[in-house]
């Protein structure tokens, strides 16, 4: 059944492949160039906790450059539901076109038929997923540094909960696919299903999977490390960390103030003196990775159950 | 159940929706009989063998094939019977190579060189696609898998409904010489009775989802006549034998009769009929013996 499998599933994990490969092609070029402007600027020196006074112009060149391209980046994230759908499109086309007939009336009952289909999907999308998440994670790294991995930008392509992403996404376009028996629509529904769910997810509902932590703090200290941190809410605020509404006039609209920086004594002048951040710190990162993927993974697995159930009991 | 029977069904009945598909079925198809199941389209004979293979779930009754429940027992059922569904549904950008690869892996008993052996014989290349073939190339190429498998029971749903002439006849010949040269017991479905007289023993008439016949052809062409008389009531024949056909003309009364021993009536001229007469007979249609087309029953009213 491994070969059988293999040889159904081989078309869209090469063209996976391919995307990947023209991916890396774009991502690799600019990424060497990245990592050596990042070494030439020394902006590691500017990413430890007490950065040299030149450091914003070195980080502000850096992020000037590269900005742009990180954001197109983001849109990657869209991709672990590609690949996840497109890899449910063998099952679903073997029973559109009825083949799935001809294993059926081999030797091979239904049970490892299932089996074999589904692990071979879950298999290919999971290994295409690995070679995604190493070549953005690699990408990113000098962003990561600037900003830490819990920052929202780069959360979606670390650590594991891209596997989930892509896992849900097959398992949707399975069970959608199993009782519809149309490949491409499946394939769109489910990419569609997933982009509706990540939005919620990442709108909505991941910074409320655990709680995240409140800190009020007074202007005139350091405070708590923000810059690697996600940061929900953070306004100037008076000591017991009721939000000051409107920014005093003099100091400005700009954001809030730096430590150190000039603007901050004008705000303790005005009467905010006092900083208020709801946020969850990096050492949040794998706790909300964790909840998160068991979430997509866990879905997926309903799903894919429900698809070999369907396919065991309902299909002839 | 009995040993000999290598399909057997009791009361078997599959319902799609609100509609039966097949109805209280009970037969006994023997162990290395060559049978033809005919009827027209819509009959049952897709369900029946789709049941058979376990494909579907019986609603009610019961299917054993080879003694065993196809469905609950397909581990020891599915490597003993091989399978041809209507459409033949092979991958079609595998390369003819790669579907006996696929037989290889997927079943125990696979016998390669007889599959090689039969692909060259049809003179298909190996690395053509499934896609690029004709329509009676695919046909072949799906009894080879089937016939690969080394079955003891060969399952054929329409295998030459789609089929040119020529190509039919080589599928059937292709068939016979398989069928003579081992104890396989063969249940072929068809709409079209010509040709299968050749081929097959048994023939299995199933009409509106029921059984209405199963017997040897000989017996059956044996004991099947037509009787030509003048304008009759056809009950005095019916006392007798089994009427399964009437038709009428304003002069004339034409019966078709499962005869139970001979006919001794001087009022009726008696004929042989031949198989496929009595197929359209059973299945509540056809010509009379004289060619002009008649409902059954159409003329008792008026």
Redesign the interface.
Known sequence: ????AW??QR?ETLIMAAVLALLAALLIPTGIQMASAYHHDGMAACVVANPSPNCGNVIGNFTARFEPLRNATVWLTLLPGLIGASLAAPLVLDLE???H??????????RRWLAGKIGMAVGAALLVTLALTLLLTWWRTPFVKLNGRIDPAEYDAQGIVAYGYTLFALGLAMAIGVVWRRAVAAVVVAFLGYFGLRLFVDIWLRQRLISPVTKTWSSSTRGPDLNHSWVLNQTPSDKFGNAVAVTPEPCGSAPVPKPGGPRLECFSTHGAGYQHAVYHPASHFWALQSIETALFAGSALLLMAFAAWWTHQRT? | MNDLAAVQTRELGKRYGSKWALRDCTLDIPAGSVTALVGPNGAGKTTLLQLAIGLTKPTAGEVCVLGRSPRDEADSVLPRVGFVAQDHPLHRRFSVAETLKLGRNLNPAWDDDYALDRIGRLGLPLKQKIGELSGGQQAQVALTLALAKRPELLLLDEPVAALDPLARREFLNALMEVVSETELTVVLSSHIVTDLERVCDHILILSQGRTQLVAQIEDVVASHRLLTGPRSDPDAVARVHQVIRESHTERQTTLLVRANGHVYDSCWQIHEVDLEEIVLAYLGYGGSADGTPNRVREAVAG
């Open positions: 059944m491994t070969w059988v040889r159904l078309t076109h009825g083949t007939r001809l294993d059926w009336t081999q030797s091979i009952t239904r002839a």
